[in-house]
Nanobody
Protein backbone atom coordinates (compact mmCIF):
# COMPACT_ATOMS: atom_id res chain seq x y z
CA UNK A 1 0.00 0.00 0.00
CA UNK A 2 1.37 3.38 -1.01
CA UNK A 3 1.13 6.17 1.53
CA UNK A 4 1.82 9.86 1.09
CA UNK A 5 2.70 12.29 3.86
CA UNK A 6 2.63 16.02 3.26
CA UNK A 7 4.29 18.76 5.27
CA UNK A 8 5.19 22.42 5.07
CA UNK A 9 1.80 24.10 5.16
CA UNK A 10 0.91 26.98 7.43
CA UNK A 11 0.24 30.69 7.58
CA UNK A 12 2.29 32.90 5.29
CA UNK A 13 2.09 36.57 4.40
CA UNK A 14 1.53 37.60 0.80
CA UNK A 15 4.84 37.63 -1.03
CA UNK A 16 6.62 35.29 1.39
CA UNK A 17 7.83 31.91 0.16
CA UNK A 18 6.64 28.50 1.31
CA UNK A 19 7.66 24.99 0.34
CA UNK A 20 5.44 21.96 0.58
CA UNK A 21 6.87 18.44 0.72
CA UNK A 22 5.27 15.11 -0.09
CA UNK A 23 7.02 11.85 0.73
CA UNK A 24 5.71 8.48 -0.36
CA UNK A 25 6.34 5.08 1.14
CA UNK A 26 5.29 1.55 0.33
CA UNK A 27 6.10 -1.11 -2.20
CA UNK A 28 6.17 0.53 -5.60
CA UNK A 29 7.66 -0.45 -8.91
CA UNK A 30 7.52 3.04 -10.34
CA UNK A 31 5.90 6.40 -9.65
CA UNK A 32 4.98 7.86 -12.99
CA UNK A 33 3.43 11.10 -11.91
CA UNK A 34 3.38 13.25 -8.81
CA UNK A 35 1.10 16.22 -8.50
CA UNK A 36 -0.26 18.85 -6.17
CA UNK A 37 -3.95 19.70 -6.05
CA UNK A 38 -5.80 22.23 -3.93
CA UNK A 39 -9.33 22.69 -2.71
CA UNK A 40 -11.33 25.31 -0.83
CA UNK A 41 -14.77 24.98 0.75
CA UNK A 42 -16.16 26.99 -2.17
CA UNK A 43 -14.47 25.15 -5.03
CA UNK A 44 -13.74 21.71 -6.41
CA UNK A 45 -10.29 20.19 -6.19
CA UNK A 46 -8.06 21.55 -8.93
CA UNK A 47 -4.68 20.56 -10.30
CA UNK A 48 -1.96 23.02 -9.29
CA UNK A 49 1.11 21.34 -10.76
CA UNK A 50 2.31 17.92 -11.89
CA UNK A 51 5.63 16.34 -12.79
CA UNK A 52 6.30 13.04 -14.54
CA UNK A 53 9.29 10.75 -14.41
CA UNK A 54 11.02 12.62 -17.22
CA UNK A 55 10.71 15.89 -15.34
CA UNK A 56 8.02 17.34 -17.58
CA UNK A 57 5.81 19.76 -15.69
CA UNK A 58 2.31 21.17 -16.04
CA UNK A 59 0.99 24.17 -14.11
CA UNK A 60 -2.32 25.82 -13.39
CA UNK A 61 -2.33 29.09 -15.28
CA UNK A 62 -2.72 31.28 -12.21
CA UNK A 63 0.40 29.86 -10.52
CA UNK A 64 2.67 29.64 -13.56
CA UNK A 65 5.82 31.62 -12.95
CA UNK A 66 5.25 31.71 -9.17
CA UNK A 67 5.12 28.04 -8.14
CA UNK A 68 7.60 25.32 -9.04
CA UNK A 69 7.16 21.56 -8.67
CA UNK A 70 10.13 19.24 -8.39
CA UNK A 71 10.85 15.70 -7.27
CA UNK A 72 13.76 13.92 -5.64
CA UNK A 73 13.53 10.28 -6.66
CA UNK A 74 16.25 9.23 -4.21
CA UNK A 75 14.22 10.71 -1.34
CA UNK A 76 10.82 9.59 -2.73
CA UNK A 77 9.72 13.18 -2.31
CA UNK A 78 8.01 15.84 -4.37
CA UNK A 79 8.09 19.53 -3.55
CA UNK A 80 5.97 22.54 -4.36
CA UNK A 81 7.90 25.78 -4.03
CA UNK A 82 5.38 28.57 -3.61
CA UNK A 83 6.87 31.98 -4.35
CA UNK A 84 4.92 35.23 -4.15
CA UNK A 85 1.78 33.54 -2.84
CA UNK A 86 -1.46 35.48 -2.94
CA UNK A 87 -4.52 35.32 -0.68
CA UNK A 88 -6.36 33.48 -3.45
CA UNK A 89 -3.83 30.65 -3.12
CA UNK A 90 -5.30 29.87 0.31
CA UNK A 91 -6.53 26.27 0.24
CA UNK A 92 -5.90 22.76 1.45
CA UNK A 93 -3.15 21.33 -0.72
CA UNK A 94 -3.15 17.62 -1.51
CA UNK A 95 -0.37 15.51 -2.93
CA UNK A 96 -1.15 12.77 -5.45
CA UNK A 97 1.04 10.00 -6.82
CA UNK A 98 0.27 7.57 -9.64
CA UNK A 99 2.25 4.60 -10.79
CA UNK A 100 2.62 0.84 -10.52
CA UNK A 101 3.00 -1.01 -7.25
CA UNK A 102 5.39 -3.91 -6.70
CA UNK A 103 2.82 -6.32 -8.15
CA UNK A 104 2.61 -4.09 -11.24
CA UNK A 105 -0.93 -2.97 -10.42
CA UNK A 106 -1.68 0.69 -11.07
CA UNK A 107 -2.25 2.89 -8.06
CA UNK A 108 -3.32 6.43 -7.34
CA UNK A 109 -2.63 7.60 -3.81
CA UNK A 110 -3.51 10.80 -1.97
CA UNK A 111 -2.02 12.53 1.02
CA UNK A 112 -4.06 13.80 3.92
CA UNK A 113 -3.82 17.44 2.86
CA UNK A 114 -2.02 20.42 4.35
CA UNK A 115 -3.59 23.83 4.94
CA UNK A 116 -1.95 26.85 3.34
CA UNK A 117 -3.26 30.25 4.40
CA UNK A 118 -1.96 33.40 2.74
CA UNK A 119 -2.91 36.44 4.79
CA UNK A 120 -1.42 39.59 6.21
Amino acid sequence: QVQLVESGGGLVQPGESLRLSCTFSGSVFTVRMMAWYRQTPESERELVASINGAGDTVYLGSVKGRFAISRDNDQNTAYLQMNSPKPEDTAVYYCNAEGLDSALYPFSAWGQGTQVTVSS
